[in-house]
């Protein structure tokens, strides 16, 4: 059934609450509705099956996210097969905005699969996006079969992790234009990790206000007020060159996925002159435009000077981001703003969900070396949890995630 667009209305504008209590590189129209590069159409499906990579990478970013991570709770690798084939055949389903099963089954006894809060809204572009972690193929006996460039990622600059909230077994990335339809996904799949004995939740973010760009959409603002991707990967020959691995065997054209919880020191932010914030980004705020320019997509000029010294600070957010300060080196980034509500000291707990893909993870730890090490930011946020998931490519129709792993 098509919604009713009295209720999206007025879910679009809502509140919304955390699920559950990751980094800025480059930084939406102040009505983010208006225009024909935000539109949305709660109508519209992605295809879960297919060749290439899955859905939830170079996919259009949606307005909402909900992203979980599992500890395996058992090691034979025949449940984890079942898992990754449950789990896909359900995403199959949930994509195509239908349940997994009935919702008021047959017999008054028997308990249902799908929970039914997404009955009626639609596929709203649900993407969900299954990711392995670097520890799942020892625990399981698939060594042979863990991509080359799967591991944790090294202690970076700038971290303040939280083990209990990094790291992990597999990973889950709902995105979808309706949070009721992404929530919806998550605790579907949840509960079949859980009902098969194989997998167990280990922590969760809800994502809102997509703060990363995709093809032909406006650049969105992340919570600190400034635009965010505006130099953000948009291109297949970028995608080719950054994102899509060069795995061997089963893995290839996967690509390696990072997630970085990244709280921000919100009221110390707003304390502060605008100019400053300015130079700290080396954007204008309200336009986006570098330093040096006056619209969003100027090349910024690196080497423009003023009376005190580059235009653009050498230690500002997008001057260290920069490819051209990198070798070339690019990631595409897919992040989210989060809030979590209050922290224990009464300051506001939010900040950015990041997530990237990139072709390996030391790409990422790369750039994030120069930012952590000296992006003038830091001030003003903390990388307070972390993962790194391999993504495989999307199934063919009639099998699974991974099936190549098992024989």
């Excluded at 559950?20 to 590189?25: D, G, I, R």
């Excluded at 992404?182 to 939740?201: D, E, F, Q, W």
């Excluded at 910024?300 to 230690?315: E, K, L, R, Y």
Aim: glycine share 10%.
């Amino acid at each position: 059934m098509t919604p009713d667009p009295k209720r999206r209305s007025l879910l679009f504008g809502a509140a919304l609450s955390p699920l559950a209590t990751p980094m800025l590189m480059g930084a939406a129209t102040a009505n983010p509705e208006a225009g024909p590069s935000n539109a949305i159409d709660l109508s519209h499906a992605y295809p879960f099956y297919g060749p290439g990579p899955q859905a939830g990478i170079a996919t259009a970013p949606q307005r909402h996210v909900v992203y979980m991570t599992f500890d395996l709770t058992s090691g034979d690798p025949r449940d984890l097969q079942v898992l990754l084939a449950r789990w896909s055949a359900s995403i199959a389903q949930m994509m195509k905005g239908e349940p997994i099963s009935k919702v008021d089954p047959d017999r008054p006894d028997a308990g249902a699969l799908d929970t039914g809060e997404a009955l009626d809204l639609g596929p709203a572009s649900l993407t969900v996006t299954v990711g392995l972690g670097p520890d799942l193929f020892e625990k399981t006996g698939l060594q042979a079969h863990r991509p080359a460039g799967l591991r944790p990622l090294k202690h970076l600059p700038g971290d303040a992790l939280t083990p209990e909230i990094s790291g992990g077994d597999l990973s889950l990335q709902a995105c979808a234009d309706d949070p009721q339809v992404a929530y919806h996904a998550i605790r579907v799949l949840a509960r079949l990790a859980k009902s098969t004995g194989t997998a167990s939740t280990r922590y969760a973010v809800m994502g809102f206000g997509r703060a990363s760009a995709g093809n032909g959409q406006a650049t969105p603002r992340n919570l600190l007020g400034f635009r965010d991707g505006t130099r953000n990967i948009t291109s297949d020959a970028d995608r080719e060159a950054f994102v899509w691995a060069d795995e061997p065997g089963w893995g290839k054209g996967g690509s390696y996925q990072v997630m970085r919880k990244i709280s921000m020191f919100i009221e110390s932010w707003d304390t502060d002159q605008i100019d400053d914030q300015n130079a700290v980004f080396g954007r204008f705020k309200v336009s986006g435009a570098p330093l040096t320019g006056t619209q969003e997509f100027d090349t910024p000029d690196f080497t423009a000077q003023g009376p005190h010294g580059p235009v653009i600070p050498a230690n500002s957010h997008i001057s260290l981001a920069a490819h051209e300060h990198n070798d070339g080196l690019k990631i595409l980034r897919r992040s989210y703003n989060y809030t979590d509500g209050i922290n224990a000291l009464g300051m506001l707990d939010a900040g950015l969900l990041f997530l990237s893909y990139q072709n390996t993870p030391e790409a990422f730890e790369r750039l994030q070396t120069r930012l952590g090490a000296a992006d003038r930011l830091n001030d003003y946020i903390s990388h307070v949890a972390s993962g790194v998931f391999y993504i495989p490519p999307a199934p063919a129709e009639g099998s699974y995630i991974g099936a190549q792993m098992f024989g």
